[in-house]
């Protein structure tokens, strides 16, 4: 049986831009689950009082927030003590051979899908540098632990090209 079964779970999404967040409204409406909701905030500034989810889960955001310290210090404050953040994120990949693969694919291969695709190379190719910029997976647990998180560990999916990151608020 899935979490949300449980009538005592609720689910909320926090999306800062207004078109994604109605996008988002209507999918929930359409599903007809009542313990979805959508609210506006990012994760810089979450739309909570503190202590208040048992869970916060994380995912492909470093690239959208211009503060990464900053938004595990508020992911921190919304969390009730002993909740769970989990945090998906690209990352480095383990084997130099896998890191030549994967730069090769960001770098020439997603460009030109995304020009075939959408008319759009340089979002591609933006997106595959500001991927780059990310924290590896030691340095994002790091900061984790800065942020005040206990029990920060990760693991490597994908060889490492993404990671799944876990820490509990004491």
């Known amino acids: 049986m899935a979490f949300w079964a449980d009538k005592n779970v ?3 999404f926090s999306e800062p831009d207004a ?21 506006s905030g990012s994760a810089e500034k979450i739309n909570a009082e ?8 994380s995912a492909l955001v470093c690239c ?9 210090n508020e992911i921190k404050r ?7 953040l989990l945090v998906l994120e690209f990352s480095k990949p383990e084997s ?7 730069d090769t694919y960001s770098f020439s291969v997603l460009p030109k899908l995304g020009q075939l695709i959408t008319q759009d190379a340089e979002s591609y190719q933006y997106l595959a540098e500001s991927i780059r910029m ?33 820490g509990t608020k004491p």
């Open 134 to 166: 990310h924290p590896d997976q030691d340095t994002l647990k790091d900061m984790m632990i800065d942020a005040g998180f206990a029990n920060c560990e990760y693991h490597n999916m994908t060889g490492g090209v993404v990671a799944l990151h876990k």
């Open 19 to 39: 078109n994604m967040r109605k996008q988002l409204e209507q999918r929930i409406m359409e599903s007809n689950r009542n313990y979805f909701s959508a609210t």
């Open 78 to 84: 919304v969390l009730k003590p002993g909740g769970r």
């Open 64 to 72: 959208s927030v211009t503060n990464v310290d900053a938004s595990l």
């Open 96 to 102: 130099p051979l896998l890191s030549k693969i994967y």
């Open 10 to 12: 609720q689910v909320v």
């Open 50 to 57: 503190n202590d208040t989810y048992d869970f916060v889960v």
